[in-house]
């Protein structure tokens, strides 16, 4: 079955406490980003890569870093996390070009303490 | 970038009830997709649909890109259509996979 995984889908840390976002899909798709949502700003995208060690930033990519060493996973890295950081993240995918359909991990919700 | 917006921002139905989203863009796109955000937080991908109609169940959709809008119907609602639904667009202009997403349209329907 085609789709995106994320993990965890849930997750509560402590200010300053290093944590990694893991996202991965199967069908080979050259495009993935990550988006966060928060209540009346929607959806923003952070950070995204078009191919294997392509990556650059979006919207909002302070405090948080990304990694394409493979083509099928793509970690969302924060270093030092901070309340500010607290949302409901996704991943997503698609091929590069036109007409191509973007595919969505299930969420991970973060909470910062 | 692009604008995307969606109407309306709520909406109360009651449960058979049909209704109709709308989502207007500001340029030219390759790219429709409606979701639906259940209560977990899940985005559920309901269509990928840059221009024409398509059904799928009590749900379909129509874009009309020259136009620069989208509709999404759904007819007999039920308690578990509720949500929030978000229109997402990428521009014609783009070949970069990323999303420009609408506000979304919370919709709750009462049993």
């Known amino acids: 079955e085609a789709q995106v995984t994320q993990n965890p889908r849930y997750l509560i840390t402590v200010t300053g406490k290093k944590l990694t976002v893991t996202c991965s899909q199967n069908?080979?798709?050259?495009?993935m980003s990550w988006y966060r949502q928060d209540p009346g700003l929607g959806l923003r995208q952070i950070y995204y890569s078009m191919n294997v060690e392509v990556t650059d930033k979006g919207d909002v990519p302070e405090g948080y870093k990304v990694s394409r060493k493979e083509k099928r996973n793509f970690p969302l890295i924060l270093e030092s996390p901070s309340p500010n950081q607290t949302s409901l993240y996704f991943c997503a995918s698609s091929f590069m070009g036109m007409n191509t359909e973007a595919f969505f991990g299930q969420g991970t919700r973060l909470t910062v303490v | 970038g692009i604008q995307v917006e969606q109407s309306p921002p709520d909406l109360i139905l009651q449960e058979g009830a049909n209704s109709t989203l709308r989502c207007n863009f500001s340029d030219s796109v390759n790219n429709l997709q409606w979701f639906h955000q259940n209560p977990w937080g899940q985005l559920i991908n309901l269509f990928y649909?840059?221009?024409g109609t398509k059904q799928n169940g009590r749900l379909s959709a129509t874009t009309v890109a020259t136009e620069r809008y989208s509709l999404l119907y759904i007819s007999s609602s039920q308690t578990t259509d509720s949500g929030v639904y978000f229109c997402?667009?990428?521009?014609?202009?783009?070949?970069?996979?990323?999303?420009?997403f609408g506000r979304g349209t919370q919709l709750t329907v009462w049993p």
């Open positions: 997402a667009v990428k521009p014609a202009s783009s070949t970069l996979g990323r999303l420009y």
């Open positions: 649909i840059p221009s």
């Open positions: 069908m080979n798709h050259e495009y």
